[in-house]
């Protein structure tokens, strides 16, 4: 037998054993794609013991899938492969279930020989199994309750090295501010490594707010609202171009859209951290050999309880999916790789990413998946109730977009625009672009694109805005002079950029046309 029984458990499988008259039977437990056998009785020594095994074509697979009884003999020809390759001939298959409707593993008796079970026999033997549910129901409560206080825990070393952290980041950021008083004006060469020294120190800041969240449920100040996760999924691919070039290999990464509309409702800058987080985590499994990354949007609407994930409830949902064609996940650490502390990139690692991620799926009443990607890698999906959007324009702020490949400029001309309120998306490539651009274009109401963005020419970003959404506002800018006056000059005035920016977005509101 299996280590960590309850007697309830045991009894349980040695009142079915003698029942049905089988030589063994197992009580397991789902964990994602895959169950455990939390207790045995009959089986051979070290068959199980320790094993993590498939529900995919296998009777407990078939159980927790039907949430019935499921009974099979080899002369159905429908025999699950996992109970053949068992010598199994016969089987009988009771789901446990929780209180709460959700199924969390199965009862199972198997028979090396072809036969029939007795209806009273098995009508008792599904009481039994419910017996075992409510044992088994005690463990999986302690279970939660353990990842709470763990989470707890985390949540306090990240509040503390939070604080320390602030206390430094807020000192530097402030002299920043001072020094660049002290200088007045100066050359546009010094001014923007101030100003890069600032949005660097400023988003130093706003991590250690985020660390401040750790192991809460409901983040402090944090700000919901509607959002179109093909919009959050085009951000996030186009910040990650800019990290991908640090990778000694090559990678493509790509964007791919959803078959239908769907909104999520959620803190924005929270689900781009943890998606983020997966994109360079796949990243970092296909640094040294190169390889593709796949960002996905999809959407599927949940039926009933998932075997899966119990917390995808019934409904419609969203999954954020990051693939990719590396050497997958070891299925030896999979339930790990969520705890804090736990990193598979030894010194390299923190151990806080995936729990980051985690803990903000969670936080938004979602969850996150594991398993391997169509292309043989690993698939990491951020799942986040969602629902179809009602029409084009629901939930989605107007978007101004900032396409320029010089870093400091695209910075300070996004911090202005979000300054008045806007929602910005940016971008340092052609290529980045046009992806922000195909997934919504009559979302981008205004666009400052430089005309020379290094993977190719701006006046491309600019005519497939004007092909698709003819009534958006759309501003060139060069370095190079412009005899024609069509083109913005560098340098320019951010201030009256945004008033223009501003005015476009009221006339695009009212019907009107920015251009």
């Given at each position: ?138 463990t999986f409560t302690f279970d939660r309750a353990a990842e709470l206080e763990r989470a707890r825990l985390a949540g306090l070393l990240a509040r503390g090295m939070a604080h320390d952290f602030g206390n430094v980041v807020s000192s530097a950021l402030a002299n920043v501010r001072s020094l660049h008083r002290l200088l007045g004006p100066v050359g546009s060469e010094a001014r923007e ?323």
């Amino acid at each position: 037998m299996t280590q960590d029984l309850h007697p309830v458990s045991t009894a349980v499988l040695l009142a079915v054993q003698r029942l049905l008259q089988v030589p063994f039977c197992l009580l397991t437990r789902v964990t994602g794609d895959s169950f455990v056998v939390h207790a045995e009785v009959g089986a051979p020594s070290g068959l199980f013991q320790g094993k993590t095994l498939p529900l995919a074509d296998s009777l407990v697979g078939e159980v927790v899938s039907e949430r019935t009884l499921v009974s099979f003999t080899d002369q159905d020809a429908v025999l699950p492969r996992l109970e053949r390759g068992l010598g199994v001939r016969s089987a009988l298959g009771f789901p446990l279930v929780l209180r709460s409707g959700t199924v969390i593993g199965a009862l199972v008796a198997l028979d090396r020989e072809a036969r029939t079970y007795n209806p009273r026999d098995v009508e008792l033997c599904a009481g039994l199994a419910r017996a075992a549910a409510a044992d088994l129901e005690e463990t999986f409560t302690f279970d939660r309750a353990a990842e709470l206080e763990r989470a707890r825990l985390a949540g306090l070393l990240a509040r503390g090295m939070a604080h320390d952290f602030g206390n430094v980041v807020s000192s530097a950021l402030a002299n920043v501010r001072s020094l660049h008083r002290l200088l007045g004006p100066v050359g546009s060469e010094a001014r923007e490594a101030l100003d890069e020294l600032a949005a660097s120190l400023e988003a130093g800041a706003e991590l250690i707010a985020r660390l401040r969240d750790v192991g809460r449920a409901d983040p402090r100040g944090a700000q919901r609202r509607g959002l179109d996760p093909t919009a959050v999924a085009s951000k996030v691919v186009a910040m990650a171009r800019g990290l991908f070039t640090e990778a000694s290999g090559w990678i493509d990464l790509r964007l791919q859209h959803p078959d239908r509309s769907i909104e999520i409702r959620g803190d924005e800058h929270a689900i781009e951290q943890a998606l983020l987080n997966l994109v360079l985590n796949a990243r970092d499994a296909l640094k040294e050999r190169g390889g593709r990354v796949t960002v996905r949007v999809l959407s599927q609407t949940v039926e009933s309880s998932n075997r899966e994930a119990p917390w995808m409830i019934p409904g419609t949902w969203a999954e954020l999916v990051v693939d990719d064609d590396g050497p997958g996940v070891d299925e030896t650490q999979a339930e790990r790789l969520f705890e804090p502390g736990f990193t598979t990139k030894g010194e390299r690692g923190s151990g806080l990413g995936l729990f980051l991620v985690k803990t903000t799926a969670t936080a938004h009443g979602g969850g996150v998946r594991v398993g391997r990607s169509p292309e043989g890698g690993a698939r990491f999906s951020l799942c986040l109730p969602a629902r179809p959007r009602g029409s084009s324009t629901a939930f989605r702020p107007p978007l101004v977009l900032v396409a320029d490949d010089e870093r400091g400029l695209r910075r300070a001309c996004a911090r202005e625009l979000a300054a008045a309120g806007l929602a910005v998306a940016e971008a340092a490539s052609r290529a980045a672009a046009l992806e922000i651009v195909d997934a919504d274009p009559l979302r981008i109401v205004a666009a400052i694109i430089d005309r020379d963005l290094g993977d190719g020419s701006g006046a491309d970003v600019a005519r497939r805005i004007r092909s698709q959404n003819p009534r958006a506002l759309i501003i060139e800018t060069s370095a190079a002079p412009d005899e024609e006056g069509i083109v913005l000059e560098k340098p320019f005035d951010l201030g009256a950029l945004t008033q223009r920016v501003l005015a476009a977005v009221r006339l695009y509101a009212t019907g009107g046309s920015g251009g």
